[in-house]
């Protein structure tokens, strides 16, 4: 399994995400990254207007706000 976060630089909900991603997956032990739509064109044609988008396995599973527990239930 990988989580992906999608968001840019200066965005406090992307914070906001990226703590609740990084709690979840060290708890799970499951590797994430991170992608900006600064450096990927398409990522800010896809998502520009609802970062944080967060994704297990290319999956979305949330925008703008994710849970703790949201997190868990994807990656169970």
């Known amino acids: 399994m990988m989580v992906t976060l ?5 965005c406090h909900l992307c914070d ?7 709690a ?3 708890e799970r032990g499951v590797p994430w990254q991170e992608r900006s739509i600064l450096d990927e064109p398409t990522l800010a044609e896809a998502h520009w207007e609802r970062i944080p988008v967060i994704l297990v396995d290319d999956r979305e599973i949330a925008f703008w706000h994710v849970g703790a527990d949201q997190l ?5």
């Open 6 to 10: 999608i968001g840019k630089p200066g």
């Open 16 to 22: 906001e995400a990226r703590a609740v991603v990084v």
């Open 24 to 26: 979840v997956c060290a």
């Open 72 to 76: 868990r239930a994807a990656l169970a």
